[in-house]
């Protein structure tokens, strides 16, 4: 219920944000006609129409997307005509001729046909799949949720609630709007003029949309006008992330939290045979969630590593559970070179199907549980950090389990590349999604979902805006390079830059070169580039590509692919 009250203040709060400036001279074109006949039947299709293309594009493959986009080139049509209509009074007579002869007395019920319910709903039909509400933090959180969870009637109820709310501000704003028409049309006669002011204003609509200001400055300006108060709606019906101390004050008991949940929905075993509960009492276990990909994960793998090196002799099992974020990652091949390369040796259970991460309810990459050898979950820790805490607590279970002559010390792993630490900026930019079920940021307009497109990034970019320079189709997950020679630009804020990428299906390497500010890096590449900017994609990986020698301010990255097919996925920064 919480849920879907916030779905409908979210829409609601669509008509405070610029990117509804679209929309509004096609709802105030029969502002001055019975709203009951009219507004009404126009608003109720525009919100079913909504949220039927909203729940197909975000949960119904490619197939729906593109019947969206020829909507919106047919609804651009339709009402390009409607603003002509309005604006040459000629040009409705011609148009209309054709209609007025399907009936005998078609000629004498003009009036009444420009008020049929049936007419205003399919201008809000129309409306509907033109209308590009901001993706804001509400909508994208039901627009997210749809995208991993799949199609369900939950999706489109939400969905529909969010149109509502949005359909019940533009009937206020409407019906003000008639009376105020009405007033016009009795004191001053206007009704001529009214009428082309809203033909020009329609007009005006259409190009806008065909230009994709609806969901490019439109888009960014709403965010910034009404983001933060939707994302205190957010933050007051979902709870806050916990991220608990792991080790409570000396002398003070370690919390029981729970029990060791079954390990049997591994789908795969490295370094070890199948491992279970039961075998593992006795023993201290740290259960480290992780996938290879995640910047937090990679800068936590040596001190994972660490731990499981110096305390395996003193009664500790340290078990890393792979859970995966992107597809490749749930390819054994992928994972195996991944374990070789970080140099683990501890056993990992691939958990392609989510099951051990369900069993500890766990939602965080990466994340530390700690078991006694009883079996239950005394401490945990969430995230990069409080290394010496965590260490801590391994010493106190084991001790406790009446393990003597401990290693003293903390350990000091010395990692380096993308395994050292983060700068610790906290000014640095947000990790970035590529693929349009999550992506933020984006500057180069509309992201054609799953089609073939022609991108051009604008002239300047603010701090964290992205964008797309050659032809790109982009999906859920990543984005693909259809042409060679495309390119990413980023403005960013951040000592590191790192980007998952991947080689097109058949595995052949993509070269690239990376500048900075539009010159070679020199000092500041990263490890997988060298001083000149370049680089080449041999596997689906995160890629190191700036480290700053000084500092962590705000740069232009722009990465140019020289070979077609790479996979694009996600930035992180540190």
């Known amino acids: 219920m919480l849920l879907l009250i916030l779905a409908f203040l979210g829409g609601v709060l669509t008509i405070l944000s610029p990117c509804i400036l679209p929309v509004l001279p096609f709802v105030f074109a029969r502002a001055d006609r019975p709203f009951m006949r009219n507004g009404l039947p126009m608003l109720i299709a525009m919100a079913f129409t909504f949220a039927l293309v909203a729940t197909l594009a975000a949960v119904g493959g490619g197939w729906a997307v593109h019947a969206n986009q020829y909507g919106r080139y047919i609804a651009l049509v339709v009402l390009a005509v409607l603003g002509l209509t309005l604006l040459l009074p000629h040009f409705a007579e ?12 078609l000629s004498e019920k003009t009036e009444a ?25 509400i909508l994208g959180l039901l627009l997210t949720g749809a995208a991993l969870q799949g199609a369900s009637a939950t999706t489109s109820l939400l969905l529909l609630t969010y149109a509502a709310g949005a359909a019940a501000s533009l009937a206020l704003a409407l019906v003000v709007g008639g009376r105020v028409f009405a007033l016009m049309k009795r004191s001053l006669g206007a009704g001529e003029w009214v009428r082309r002011a809203l033909g020009v204003l329609v007009l005006a609509g259409v190009v806008a949309i065909a230009l994709g200001v609806d969901t490019g400055l439109l888009t960014r300006v709403s965010l910034a006008s009404t983001g933060g108060f939707e994302q205190k709606l957010i933050d007051a019906v979902r709870p806050a992330p916990v991220h608990a101390a792991p080790a409570p004050k000396a002398g003070v008991p370690l919390p029981v939290e729970g029990e060791l949940p079954s390990l049997d929905g591994a789908t795969k075993w490295f370094n070890s045979a199948p491992l279970s509960p039961e075998a593992l009492r006795g023993k201290v276990v740290l259960v480290d969630f992780w996938t290879y990909s995640c910047i937090n994960c990679i800068r936590s793998l040596p001190y994972v590593n660490a731990w499981a090196q110096k305390y395996r002799d003193h009664g500790l099992v340290v078990i890393g559970v792979h859970a995966p974020e992107f597809a490749f990652e749930k390819d054994p091949a992928n994972v195996a070179k991944a374990i070789k390369d970080f140099n683990i040796t501890y056993p990992v259970a691939m958990d392609n199907d989510y099951a051990i991460w369900k069993g500890f309810n766990n939602e965080y990459w990466p994340a530390h549980y700690f078991i006694d050898p009883h079996g239950q979950i005394r401490a945990h820790h969430f995230g990069e950090g409080d290394y010496t805490g965590s260490e801590d607590v391994i010493r106190r279970l084991l001790s406790d389990a009446g393990y003597k002559d401990l290693p003293d010390g903390y350990v000091q792993p010395g990692a380096s590349g993308a395994e050292a630490a ?25 992201i054609a979902h799953d089609d073939s497109w022609q991108y051009r990034a604008p002239d300047t970019l603010t701090a964290n805006q992205w964008a797309f320079n050659g032809t790109w189709t982009v ?22 830059l790192h980007l998952v990428l991947g080689p097109s299906e058949d595995g052949k390497p993509v070269r690239f070169r990376v500048t900075l500010d539009g010159k070679a890096p020199g000092d500041d590449h990263g490890t997988d ?35 077609p097919d790479v996979r694009v996925y996600a930035f992180t920064f540190g």
């Open 475 to 496: 999906n859920a997950q990543h984005a693909t390079l259809d042409k060679s020679n495309g390119s990413i630009v980023y403005r960013f804020r951040g000592r590191d």
């Open 113 to 137: 046909q420009q008020d049929s319910p049936w007419s205003a709903a399919g201008l809000g039909i129309a409306t509907g799949l033109l209308w590009a509400p901001c993706a804001g933090p």
């Open 529 to 563: 580039i060298d001083a000149d900017g370049n680089g080449t994609i041999n596997g689906q990986r995160l890629y190191q590509l700036v480290r700053q020698t000084h500092g962590t301010g705000e740069r232009v990255f722009e990465i140019t692919f020289l070979d």
């Open 422 to 446: 983060g700068s610790g900026d906290m000014r640095r930019s947000p990790e970035t999604y590529v693929g349009y079920a999550r992506s933020e940021g984006f500057a180069g307009g509309q």
């Open 94 to 105: 011609w148009i209309s001729r054709p209609f007025v002869q399907l009936g005998n007395r």
